[in-house]
């Protein structure tokens, strides 16, 4: 890399992504965004798919696929027949706890808070099939000694009502509150109890350091679209070898499917040379090719790391500036509300904090939530207290006027007896651009507490 191609984080950076100038994309997490040379390199990938439609499919983008294969896998440090490429985490998610077929006397456990669309797909499976699932309850803050006493507690309850615990779902880096989730703690108690782990690590690649041979999960699911600069949608599935047998189908099946032996016969694959030598395991066939959609998205890591590496200086000094730069502008956030971060309950003096050791952080806003109980209280920031069916309506129409009147966004929500806002670091950000946004959400609140939201 020469000493002339790495662009400065902060405005500098803005030069290389395609945001509108009047607009301030304070909200990289939720959707992420790629660079304007990553845009180049699909558009070249989807020309060449329709200038050759049928060499391209059938051929070339294979080629294609095992390059980003590689390059993705190297980043996680695992092999490359065991990652393959899905749309996006919740798809990753919902394959594989489709393919795991629970039985009656089987259930999934799961924590909250969870990602909307995973617990929804969890329902939807409790809907159709025989699938129990049982839930950790908890909020944010918590302590990780707790955290994992409540989840010993859900295993040994499941237990006794006389199921097998056959799976757990959890978080890499939970979404909302924005928050980095114990996962390799949640992940060895998995294996120590004999309990596959799943782990929705939508955040993951691209934000925090990844190691499965360190790691050793049963299943993870990482969006490469949120952090890592690769165009939607893109993630990254990977299924060791010793749990491949259990995937058997994408969603939706397609050509890959892996038949059970006693199942009805089917046509072969019209997309394979039944001559060509096998080079790919029944797992890497399988998710190559998804019905017939643009995965020219799937192509695009080996660009996207070439630009994290030439113009960002790579893996590590992204990640330590986004995660400075976002904790920069969550404390002075909460200084402007008169708030506070969200962390650890029991930091102790200079001790710090492992659920803000990600490029995303959550400050309180000076809105309390009532619940009804007697005897509660707020602290002397609150500058509005509202009740349960009222809280829905002011968090939407906050987020409605950061993005009619000030041209941004940031995510808004309740979490337990308050009103929350995520941010997000990245590295054509500032920490002034967060003090900016910070006056904003005071305005905002001082409204909501005049009842502007009502209006």
Not at 25 to 38: K, Y
Not at 262 to 284: C, F, G, H, M, R
């Amino acid at each position: 890399m020469s000493a002339t191609s790495q662009t400065p984080f902060g405005k500098p950076m803005l030069k290389h992504w395609m945001f509108d100038p009047d607009y301030k994309n304070l909200n990289h997490g939720s959707f992420g965004a790629h660079p304007i040379p990553v845009k180049d390199a699909q558009r070249a990938f989807m020309d060449l798919a329709d200038q050759q439609p049928d060499p391209y499919i059938r051929r070339h983008n294979s080629e294609y696929l095992i390059k980003a294969r590689d390059a993705v896998a190297k980043l996680i440090n695992a092999p490359r027949s065991e990652c393959v490429f899905v749309k996006n985490a919740t798809t990753g998610v919902a394959t594989v706890l489709y393919n795991l077929a629970f039985q009656p006397e089987e259930a999934l456990i799961y924590f909250e808070p969870v990602y909307g669309a995973v617990e929804k797909g969890v329902v939807s499976l409790q809907e159709h099939r025989s699938l129990k699932a049982r839930k950790v309850s908890f909020q944010f803050p918590i302590a990780e000694d707790e955290l994992e006493r409540r989840f010993r507690e859900v295993i040994q309850q499941t237990r006794d009502e006389g199921l097998k615990v056959r799976a757990s779902v959890f978080d890499g880096i939970v979404s909302n509150p924005g928050v980095r989730f114990p996962f390799e703690r949640i992940t060895a108690i998995c294996r120590e109890e004999g309990i596959l782990s799943v782990i929705d690590a939508a955040h993951g690649i691209g934000q925090i350091s990844l190691n499965m041979e360190k790691l050793q999960p049963d299943f993870f699911v990482s969006n490469c679209h949120k952090w890592l600069y690769t165009p939607r949608s893109c993630a990254v599935l990977y299924t060791p070898h010793r749990n491949q047998h259990l995937l058997r189908t994408t969603l939706p099946t397609s050509w890959g499917f892996i038949p059970n032996p006693d199942s009805p016969d089917t046509i072969a694959s019209v997309l394979s040379d039944p001559n060509a030598p096998v080079t790919k395991t029944p797992y890497e066939t399988l998710f190559e090719f998804v019905a017939t959609s643009d995965d020219s998205a799937y192509l695009c890591v080996p660009a996207a790391l070439e630009f994290r590496e030439k113009f960002c200086g790579g893996e590590e000094a992204i990640m330590s500036y986004c995660q400075r730069v976002v904790n920069e502008g969550a404390d002075a956030i909460a200084g402007i509300l008169g708030t506070e971060v969200m962390q650890e309950p029991d930091l102790k003096p200079g001790q710090e904090s492992k659920m803000r050791q990600c490029a995303m952080t959550t400050v309180r806003l000076p809105i309390g939530v009532a619940s009804g109980k007697e005897n509660e209280s707020f602290d002397g920031s609150t500058l509005a207290v509202l009740s349960q069916t009222e809280a829905p309506n002011a968090f939407s129409w906050i987020q409605t006027k950061l993005m009619d009147e000030y041209n941004t966004f940031l995510p808004v929500f309740q979490h337990g007896p308050w009103l929350w806002t995520r941010l997000s670091g990245q590295t054509y950000l500032e920490t002034s651009d967060f003090e900016a946004v910070g006056g904003v959400l005071r305005g905002l609140c001082e409204r909501v507490a005049k009842k502007e939201f009502q209006a």
